[in-house]
């Protein structure tokens, strides 16, 4: 059934399979590296996280001491954000764009690999402060006077830094090569308009990567050359100011959010139309809704600075709401897509739908966080926590459980089993809701976030509780995701070329591509390729101009002879 | 092949939610604390009709979808397609239109809500620097002859967190100064928080302002992570009639505020401070016996000498600006070793041994 006939001298070069993957430039198992590492550091961050679930399950210091527990929030936050989640739909990004753009690689290999081997060495940077007196303790924000050297002493702020810096040169080092590769490296007739969604806004994420993670390195070195070398940017005592850490950090912080989601978004418009055999409902409106979230995304920093007495409260508060618009729009379209399709719920299509209902929820708690009178009450509370954890968790991670069911059959040339994807599924969907819906009424009722404990007297036990089982049902959900990945690598059900039925040029060339991706290229003229091919017809923008009816004459058909 | 209807495939999922339902009833209402100042009322107001519009469009796209999932279920068998709709511009108008409006709408209220929050009156009935510091508060009443030396103070140690006790009804105006790092005064029950920020010696502290309309006790917390004993860095406002308040205020002023005074024969210990430096870095003092601290500032700074154990404040003498001469009085120590730190300069520390 391939569509791709390897060159049988191809492979004669014979290597140790070790130092193969240690010095590749191919983007597709640099794609892997990147998830295979994003994963170790997601379970590393997740113990965290079971850690302090734990110790907050009930009033009183019953396993850690405070200054344990604030080494526990710091790096969990740390690790999810910088080590998890940005890398390891990076990862995806790097695998599946050259393969959607019809192109045989990344517009510049090499520095694909350097930008994932900093990942490890910048995460076990930032973890080797365990090894040297502590951790970072002071929160993933790091906010300012408390990570000035006199109050928090010690090298694990240091490493902290500097791990940073050197996540931070690699995101911006990819997003140039993604910003490189999208423009200059698509098959003949790729428009910008004919790029798959998932491009689009993996384009857009770079350029978000590209504006504001050099302004956080700034800040991060600047930091450094206080807490060493005697600077003054940060302590007010000598002429700094704790505030311009945070619009630093917030300038940085709030596009990383979105650098955050839109992959995610990206994931879910490409697999909503597959398993609803429809197009996505207004393709250049999701277009100019993501590009427009990407401009809005730099106008809305200081909303993470309300309670500070020092942000100009309107415009920040105008700007936080309007972005809402441009996520309403592509909820929409996302819901149109769906209307009079024909839904198959497979497992991808399951945490698809899954992230539109729990990214909903954290979308509303944002928009009732961006009034500065209720934010005066919420801000600091377990209600953020809720909040950002129903967009990043309910939102991304949904999406990378998204992307894992649907091109694991490409990288692997093997379908993961549907009966364990949907167990893994149910119980992440409940014991996510469970351990996170319950935040947000903790903060509703006053629980202040980043407290190694809270008092018995405030009525906070039960809904503590109730997440912590959650947070420990989650982690339960992990087992028959692994135990379904590794039972598919021994036996798992073979996949063809295009298991799903795709609309995109991934699913053009075998299971796992060959090392050079395509032999031949369909014609493009619409941003569903493969759907032309398949079906032959469709709606006018699916059938090329110039094409007579009969398409068999020179296009490459799957599932028949060349 | 058991062959299902849409009404049974409802009646699945309706059971299907059951869990969801229980996580959220148990969950609470999703309402903040009765409010208990003024300007909470509103605020409580502005979050209802914030909740509300957002529960409206949580129904209206969640129901959409568990609609679709269950109406639009590829029946096993069905090869054909569905109408392949690209898109709409008229749709992706009114859609867009319509939440922007929402979004002006939510704005103005909005900002109808923080200006009645953050207004100021000309006179407040009570002014009060709330200082933070690592891991405590200290409350000092201001009144109006510019002598900080004869205000009414309340220190908060760690075993007695400070209780700042108010008059009801009347604008309380509280200052928020920072001896070190951000920390946040926040009241859930005033449904309010402001940051503690320190803004260096010319810079000016935040200020936050509200009128207590009921009588009571309300717990407060930092809000802002800063650092080891942030979870236990707590307080609480009392809440009384001015005639009460009045009467508290005086006897506060008069430093009859109990604290366990030392015997006539108690050891003094002789303490200086000058610059970012005690005049010692080890100090004896008898173990199980109150003793006083004869502290000295030579500069013209603020300093202050607290007693702390494994990180925990145990006493903290009151912050002065020298020079001058204070005697603290310091409770027992049980045997064993302390530190003692300058509060304002964390830098300037040495040890405590109470000993036999």
């Not at chain 1, 994932?116 to 790091?142: D, K, M, N, Q, R």
């Not at chain 1, 009178?373 to 999406?399: C, E, N």
């Not at chain 2, 000498?305 to 009085?329: D, M, N, S, T, W």
Request: net charge neutral; aromatic share 14%.
């Amino acid at each position: 059934m391939a569509t791709t006939t390897l060159n049988p001298r191809a492979e004669t070069y014979q290597r140790s399979w070790v130092l193969d993957w240690l010095t590749t430039v191919d983007h597709k198992k640099i794609g892997i590296l990147y998830i295979v590492n994003s994963f170790f550091f997601f379970f590393a961050a997740g113990i965290l996280a079971l850690v302090i679930r734990s110790e907050l399950a009930v009033p009183g210091l019953q396993f850690l001491d405070e200054a344990t527990y604030n080494q526990a929030f710091t790096m969990h936050g740390t690790i999810m954000i910088f080590l998890f989640i940005v890398p390891v739909l990076s990862g995806f990004a790097n695998y599946i764009v050259p393969l959607m753009l019809g192109a045989p690689d990344m517009a510049f290999p090499r520095i694909n690999a350097l930008s994932f081997w900093l990942l490890p060495v910048g995460g076990l940077l930032i973890f080797s402060g365990y090894l040297f007196g502590g951790a970072a303790a002071e929160g993933w924000t790091g906010y300012n006077p408390l990570t000035q050297a006199k109050y928090s002493p010690g090298p694990g702020t240091d490493l902290w830094l500097i791990g940073l810096t050197l996540v931070g040169t690699a995101s911006i080092l990819g997003s140039i090569n993604f910003i490189a590769t999208i423009f200059k490296m698509r098959a003949p007739g790729m428009t910008l308009f004919r790029m798959p969604i998932f491009v689009w806004t993996v384009l857009v994420t770079a350029v978000l990567i590209l504006l504001a993670t050099p302004v956080f390195t700034a800040g991060l070195i600047a930091l450094f050359i206080d807490r060493n070398y005697g600077g003054s940017f940060f302590d007010p005592n000598v002429g700094g100011s704790p505030i311009l850490w945070q619009h630093i950090f917030w300038f940085f912080g709030h596009p990383e959010v979105y650098i955050v989601i839109l992959p995610a978004m990206g994931v879910v418009s490409e697999v909503l139309p597959v398993f609803s055999r429809k197009p996505l409902f207004g393709y250049r409106a999701f277009v100019f809704a993501t590009v427009g979230i990407g401009l809005l995304s730099f106008s809305v920093w200081a909303h993470h600075m309300f309670t500070t007495g020092f942000v100009f409260l309107p415009f920040f508060s105008f700007m936080t709401a309007l972005i809402a618009v441009p996520t309403g729009v592509k909820f929409f379209n996302w819901m149109a897509t769906l209307w009079r399709g024909k839904l198959s719920l497979t497992t991808p299509m399951l945490f698809a739908l899954g992230f539109l209902s729990m990214f909903l929820i954290g979308g509303l708690s944002g928009v009732m966080l961006s009034s500065p009178a209720v934010d005066f009450h919420l801000q600091d509370t377990y209600f953020v926590v809720a909040h950002l954890h129903y967009v990043f968790f309910g939102g991304s991670v949904f999406g990378v459980f998204a992307a894992t069911y649907y091109w694991f059959p490409k990288m692997t040339g093997r379908k993961l089993n549907e009966g364990l994807g949907k167990v893994h599924f149910w119980m992440h969907f409940i014991g996510f809701n469970l351990a996170f819906f319950p935040m947000h009424q903790l903060g509703i009722s006053g629980m202040p976030r980043r407290v190694a404990d809270y008092s018995p007297d405030a009525g906070w036990t039960i809904l503590n509780s109730m997440s912590t089982a959650g947070a420990f049902l989650i982690a339960a959900s992990i087992f028959p995701f692994l135990i379904n990945v590794v039972a598919t690598f021994i036996n798992g059900e073979r996949a063809g070329d295009d298991p799903w039925e795709g609309n995109t040029l991934e699913w053009a060339t075998s299971s796992p591509p060959p090392p050079y991706n395509f032999d031949r290229l369909p014609p493009i003229h619409s941003e569903r390729p493969l759907f032309f091919l398949t079906h032959g017809h469709g709606h006018a923008a699916d059938r090329p101009a110039d094409v007579d009816e009969k398409p068999e004459d020179d296009v490459q058909r799957r599932g028949g002879a060349a | 092949m058991r062959f299902t209807t849409a009404r049974s495939r409802l009646w699945g999922l309706l059971r299907a939610a059951i869990p969801f339902l229980i996580i959220g009833l148990l969950s609470g209402c999703l309402l903040p604390p009765e409010p208990k100042t003024e300007t909470a009322k509103d605020v409580f107001g502005l979050y209802v009709a914030v909740l509300v519009m957002g529960g409206i469009v949580f129904l209206g796209v969640e129901g959409f979808i568990v609609y679709a999932v269950v109406r639009y279920r590829r029946k096993p068998g069905d090869d054909q397609l569905p109408p392949q709709v690209h898109g709409n511009t008229m749709v992706e108008i009114i859609w867009t239109a319509i939440p922007t409006v929402i979004v002006l709408i939510l704005f103005v209220i909005s900002t109808i809500t923080l200006n009645a929050v953050e207004a100021r009156s000309a006179k407040p009935g009570v002014t009060v620097e709330a200082t933070g510091f690592q891991w405590q508060w200290r409350f000092r009443y201001l009144d109006s002859d510019n002598n900080p030396k004869n205000d009414a103070v309340v220190n908060g140690t760690a075993a007695n967190p400070p209780v700042m006790r108010l008059p009801v009804g009347e604008p309380i105006r509280v200052i928020l100064p920072s001896l070190d790092v951000i920390h946040s005064f926040f009241v859930p029950q005033f449904l309010i928080k402001r940051d503690v920020v320190p803004v260096g010696e010319n810079g000016t502290p935040n200020e936050l302002e509200f009128t207590i309309s009921e009588e009571g006790t309300y717990t407060g917390q930092c809000a802002e992570f800063c650092g080891l004993q942030h979870a236990n860095m707590t307080f609480a406002i009392q809440a009384m009639t001015r005639a009460k308040y009045d009467q508290w205020l005086k006897v506060a002023k008069s430093g009859a505020t109990p604290a366990p005074s030392a015997a006539p024969n108690a050891t003094v210990i002789k303490l200086s401070a000058t610059g970012t430096k005690f005049s010692t870095d080890r100090i004896q003092v008898p173990a199980g016996q109150p003793f006083v601290i004869r502290f000295e500032i030579t500069d013209g700074q603020n300093h202050n000498v607290a007693v702390l154990k494994g990180g925990q404040v145990l006493f903290a003498g009151e912050i002065f600006q020298g020079p001058g001469v204070r005697e603290y009085q310091v409770p027992a120590l049980p045997a064993g070793e302390y530190q003692f730190q300058c509060q304002v300069h964390p830098v300037m520390t040495g040890t405590i041994v109470a000993g036999p």
